[in-house]
């Protein structure tokens, strides 16, 4: 073979694999500081009914890939009932006992430990955390079972916590949820909201203290 023909094979190997190299390169996705690729979007989380009557009713939902880190305990003190599309059986005059929250091991988009005081928010999968500067959206899902008189009854809800993370804790906290899903074999007598409730809650005094 001549010289002139290899080194054509020879240059058109470099061709092929410095276009394979740009080719690998160009498809990996970058992850920005504070972000992660796994983390889905919060309209893949939750209902796009609560979405619309949260940013409808409170604002905008804090959005960002750097959100403040949250780690603490805090208590939400007075805890308000502010909205709901059920008034009748969830009257907001209705002041509810105080409820302590622990958030722990943030990691970018992910919390791995959050921790309710009321028995129903415990989550079952990935809890995510956007925001940016010091507003944040904590948004998640959670499967909670509850056997009663011999029924069983699963509850799938749909979580979210947004506010303005101080010092001396968070401000102007929002807290709502909505019944995405219900498996009742009681034939009703013992579900007490049925799909597509949504609630909405707020701290009394805007404040939510550190503990």
Same mark, same amino acid.
């Given at each position: ?30 992850? @920005?500081?504070? @972000? ?176």
């Amino acid at each position: 073979m001549s010289k002139h023909r290899l080194f054509h094979i020879a240059f058109g190997l470099i061709i092929v694999l410095g276009m394979n190299g740009c080719l690998k390169e160009g498809s990996e996705t970058i992850v @920005y500081l504070g @972000y992660e690729n796994y983390i889905p979007p919060i309209e893949d989380v939750i209902p796009q009914e609560l979405l619309k009557v949260y940013s409808d009713s409170i604002g905008e939902i804090p959005r960002g890939y750097i959100p403040p880190n949250v780690e603490g305990s805090f208590v939400i003190n007075p805890k308000h009932r502010m909205l709901s599309n059920n008034l009748i059986s969830w009257p907001l005059e209705v002041i509810e006992p105080d409820l302590t929250f622990s958030i722990s091991n943030q990691h970018n988009g992910v919390i791995v430990n959050l921790n309710f005081s009321e028995a129903t928010t415990t989550p079952s999968d990935s809890v995510y955390i956007m925001g940016h500067d010091e507003y944040f959206t904590i948004y998640y899902r959670e499967i909670k079972e509850f056997v009663d008189e011999g029924f069983t009854t699963v509850v799938t809800r749909g979580m979210i916590l947004t506010g303005e993370i101080h010092q001396e804790g968070i401000r102007n906290l929002r807290y709502a949820d909505i019944i995405i899903d219900v498996y009742d074999d009681s034939n009703g007598l013992i579900v007490q909201y049925p799909a597509g409730q949504y609630f909405i809650y707020k701290d009394g005094d805007e404040l939510s203290n550190r503990l």
